[in-house]
Structures are given as structure tokens and as C-alpha cells.
């Protein structure tokens, strides 16, 4: 597998989980997910070949595919061999935190999969807990604010930790969304199904991107980044929609 050695001293050896959307529209974040934990330590790596989590099947009520998909994505990891396995995508991350649960009753990966559920963790949720490496201090000034993606805050429980990352960037003024824990209409698989409600919602999202005055936008989430991506767009706002781990890769590469 793809190994990226750990910059300075290696702390953690790490596993990095690509996903599906994040993989094929922003493979960016997954480098610089990959680049940021390389600056904190971790070694890491990435397994080719990756199956889906799940997480869509599961949404959609096929349990059985989502079932074989986490027996899949068990014997690709052999979470074992990690200190972590790190995702960077709240939808993926809230569905493969409960494999146990999935393959409860499955003498052969119960076990398994409940050392994988300890072992995930999102990118935010990670560099907190390990400590973030600052970036140099000769940052430029940005003003930005943080959607929370549902499966995320919701989900996943994370909260601070993304808001943490970003104020570990200095020169960045980070400005609190009105209701950032709210839908942007993405939901999964809800933006497909339901395009009205989910329309609603974005506009709704938007206008309070709007309040902030904000030149970027952050969110932890492929389905939200397009979502809000899209939704900007047509309402031509000049509006940067990023990972917020990509704003901390590119504080690091300005201090090399």
C-alpha cells in the first residue's frame, strides 16, 4: 500500500480512508488530508483499491450490501495494524464508526469490527486529540465561517474540534454561523430525493453565509461542499468552499 512517511519524527502510523465522492470530486482533500497528517506525525497509509463504506446503502435500506461492503472494508484495513484509521468525509465517518453494530451477530467480524469502530476517526477529531502542529505565523488574513455537516455535529458528536483547527491558523478571523448545525439540504442521498425541501434549506444556508460576511466557507463534508458549492454558484456569490482541512495544508506549505 501507498505509504507517505511521517514529517520529522513519526508519532502514529495511520491508515487514510479515500471514500467515493471525496476520492473522485475531491481527491485535493484527500491530499491534503494525507500532507497535514504527514506534518503531525502520522505515517500514513493508504490502502488501494478501497470499497464504498456503506454508508449510502444504509441510508437507502440495503443492509445486506452494507453489511459486505464493512466485511470488506475490515479485511482491507486490518485495523489492528493502526493507531487510526482516519477519514475526512462526516457522512462516511458516521456510518464506519458502527460497523459492530452493522455486524452484530457475525461470530466470524464482531470482534474486528469493534477494534475498526474504536480505531476511526475524523481528521478534525484526530489532530485535536494528537495536538496541532501550528503553522508559521506569516499567514494572510482571512475571514471565514464553518457549516457543520450534519452527520458531523450530529452524528459524530464533533463539534469543536474543526472550529479548533481553523483558529489554530493564524490571521484567520473565524466567524460563527447563524444556525451551523442546520441542514444545507444535502442530507445524503435527500438533495436526490426530496430536490424542493433540499433547495429550502440551501437558500436558507446561504443567507446566513451571507450575514457573516465571509470569504470562505468550511465545511467537513463532500455532500455539503457541493451542495454549497452549486448553491453559490447560482446565486453568484463570490464565495470560497473548502475542507477546513485544506486551509490548514495551505498554511503549512506557505511556511516551508
Given at each position: 500500500a501507498p505509504l507517505t512517511p511521517a514529517i520529522g519524527q513519526k508519532k502514529f502510523r495511520v491508515a487514510m480512508l479515500t471514500g467515493c465522492a471525496q476520492d473522485l470530486i475531491f481527491s485535493d482533500v484527500n491530499r491534503d488530508t494525507v500532507e497535514v497528517l504527514a506534518r503531525n506525525g502520522c505515517e500514513v497509509v493508504t490502502p488501494p483499491k478501497q470499497d464504498c463504506c456503506g454508508s449510502l446503502h444504509a441510508h437507502n435500506g440495503e443492509w445486506k450490501l452494507a453489511q459486505q461492503l464493512a466485511r470488506k472494508n475490515i479485511d482491507r484495513f486490518s485495523p489492528e495494524q493502526f493507531d487510526a484509521i482516519i477519514t475526512n468525509s462526516g457522512g462516511c465517518g458516521s456510518h464506519l464508526k458502527?460497523?459492530?453494530?452493522?455486524?452484530?451477530?457475525?461470530?466470524?467480524?464482531?470482534?474486528?469490527?469493534?477494534?475498526?469502530?474504536?480505531?476511526?476517526?475524523?481528521?478534525?477529531?484526530?489532530?485535536?486529540?494528537?495536538?496541532?502542529?501550528?503553522?508559521?505565523?506569516?499567514?494572510?488574513?482571512?475571514?471565514?465561517?464553518?457549516?457543520?455537516?450534519?452527520?458531523?455535529?450530529?452524528?459524530?458528536?464533533i463539534t469543536s474540534q474543526p472550529r479548533q483547527l481553523l483558529r489554530a491558523i493564524p490571521n484567520l478571523r473565524l466567524v460563527e454561523l447563524p444556525e451551523s448545525n442546520w441542514c444545507c439540504g444535502s442530507a445524503g442521498i435527500y438533495n436526490l430525493i426530496q430536490p424542493e425541501m433540499a433547495n429550502q434549506l440551501l437558500e436558507r444556508k446561504l443567507k446566513h453565509?451571507?450575514?457573516?460576511?465571509?470569504?470562505?466557507?468550511?465545511?467537513?463534508?463532500?455532500?455539503c461542499l457541493i451542495q454549497i458549492i452549486?448553491?453559490?454558484?447560482?446565486?453568484?456569490?463570490?464565495?470560497?468552499?473548502?475542507?477546513?482541512?485544506?486551509?490548514?495544508?495551505?498554511?503549512?506549505?506557505?511556511?516551508?
Open positions: 458502527h460497523f459492530a453494530k452493522l455486524l452484530a451477530g457475525d461470530s466470524a467480524y464482531e470482534n474486528r469490527a469493534r477494534e475498526w469502530d474504536r480505531k476511526v476517526k475524523d481528521i478534525h477529531e484526530w489532530l485535536v486529540q494528537i495536538g496541532i502542529q501550528p503553522p508559521s505565523k506569516d499567514q494572510p488574513a482571512q475571514t471565514v465561517t464553518y457549516h457543520e455537516s450534519c452527520h458531523l455535529c450530529h452524528g459524530q458528536k453565509v451571507r450575514s457573516t460576511g465571509a470569504e470562505v466557507v468550511t465545511t467537513g463534508n463532500p455532500g452549486n448553491g453559490a454558484e447560482r446565486e453568484g456569490l463570490k464565495l470560497r468552499v473548502v475542507h477546513p482541512v485544506t486551509l490548514l495544508a495551505e498554511a503549512y506549505r506557505r511556511g516551508k
